[in-house]
């Protein structure tokens, strides 16, 4: 996973297990690394775990060109019962109708493919007029959730588990837009069974680029820290950003940009453009220096970051 970066900035990956906060993640790397600014890529609900993107030093500040990444995840929709939480951690109640067969199941999956309207759950961090959901439903306060539009890529059965026909389990593998609750997919499902759902086991196996198989175990980034090594598995800040076209310039204009200066780029390259013309601007090995945007030729420094690499 080494890019070679300074072990003072970069992106780990780290495998997050059932119980911690995403938070809790993210405050242990930053006493490990020593590092001031860590932020992590995306929530993970506490019971849930898989991939977690964090961003330490420098690269904290490309955690926005990754918001808008796909996940995928690996999910145990729990058929006969609702939840008042959409998941285990919730009150149960039993169902009203009986729990449908595996063919039943896998025909209802259809509904859920493409772009779907979705109400988040109840207890999300969805905010109404300035307060958050669960801070509402936590009062006994009905919030009331807007529908919002999220695409789910694929919803595929890979394992069926009837070994109470009344509480059957299925396991679904997702592939979705970022936004998207699997807790809603679990509950609606059982909605349009009649029978009742809720979500029992969550894995995030992908983020965007950030997959579970080069994840760093929760304990292995302790006995990386300690054995010294943590800065050999830190990918660069632009990992994953290959989309993005990358704009290299010399070292004078690079002096410029580095200085909040606007440059108009030269040489013979072809001046890329991506989204709203951004790009990646790097030195002539390779590595990012800055983020900026062309405008009618010109570049202009979005953001620069203030590590250099060897």
Not at 144 to 149: A, G, L, Y
């Amino acid at each position: 996973m080494s890019d070679g970066v300074s072990p003072a900035s970069g992106i780990l990956i780290v495998a997050k297990p059932s119980g911690p906060t995403s938070h809790d993640v993210v405050a242990l790397v930053r006493r490990l690394s020593g590092a001031r600014r860590v932020g992590h890529g995306g929530t993970l609900d506490p019971f849930a775990s898989g991939v977690l993107p964090v961003f330490i030093g420098a690269a904290t500040r490309m955690v926005e060109y990754h918001l808008a990444d796909a996940k995928a995840y690996r999910a145990v929709v729990c058929l006969g019962a609702r939840s008042t939480t959409d998941d285990l951690q919730g009150e149960l109640t039993p169902g009203d109708g009986d729990a449908p067969d595996v063919d039943a199941f896998r025909g209802a999956l259809g509904s859920f493919r493409g772009r779907i309207a979705q109400r988040p759950p109840d207890y999300s961090a969805v905010k109404i007029a300035g307060r958050r959901a669960y801070e509402l439903a936590r009062r006994g306060e009905q919030p009331e959730i807007r529908d919002r539009t999220v695409e789910v890529h694929a919803i595929d059965l890979t394992d069926w588990d009837a070994a109470d026909p009344t509480r059957p389990m299925a396991t679904i593998e997702v592939r979705c837009s970022a936004g998207t609750y699997i807790r809603a997919i679990a509950r609606d499902l059982g909605d349009r069974l009649g029978c009742g759902a809720y979500l029992g086991a969550l894995v995030r196996t992908a983020s965007g680029p950030f997959r579970l198989e080069d994840a760093a175990p929760f304990d292995a980034v302790r006995e990386l820290a300690a054995a010294g090594n943590l800065g050999a598995h830190l990918l660069r800040p632009d990992h994953g950003l290959d989309d993005i076209p990358a704009l290299t310039l010399d070292a004078a204009s690079l002096t410029a940009v580095g200085r909040g200066q606007v440059v108009r780029p030269r040489g013979p390259q072809a001046v890329p453009a991506g989204p709203d013309g951004l790009v990646r601007i790097v030195d002539a090995a390779g590595a990012l220096v800055a983020m900026g945007r062309l405008r009618d030729g010109r570049l202009h420094p979005d953001k620069v970051l203030s590590v250099a690499w060897e």
